[in-house]
C-alpha cells in the first residue's frame, strides 16, 4: 500500500500501478494511455526514468 504521508523521493521516483491515482497522474504526464504505462511498468520495472526513457523509443 502506498503510504501518501511519505512525499519526495524515492516514492515520487516510482509508478505503483496498483494505485489508481498514480496511473492517472503518470499516464497524463507521459501521455500515453493507462494500458501502454502498465505495459512499460511490466517491461522496464517501476523507476519513473526507466519508464519514460521506454515510452520514448
Known amino acids: 500500500m502506498d503510504n501518501k504521508a511519505k512525499t519526495g523521493s524515492p516514492d515520487s521516483d516510482l509508478i505503483n500501478v496498483s494505485e489508481d491515482y498514480e496511473v492517472q ?27 519514460g526513457k521506454h515510452l520514448k523509443k
Open 25 to 51: 497522474y503518470w499516464s497524463k504526464k507521459f501521455g500515453v494511455s493507462a494500458e501502454q504505462l502498465k505495459t512499460a511498468v511490466k517491461a522496464v520495472g517501476n523507476s519513473a526514468k526507466a519508464v
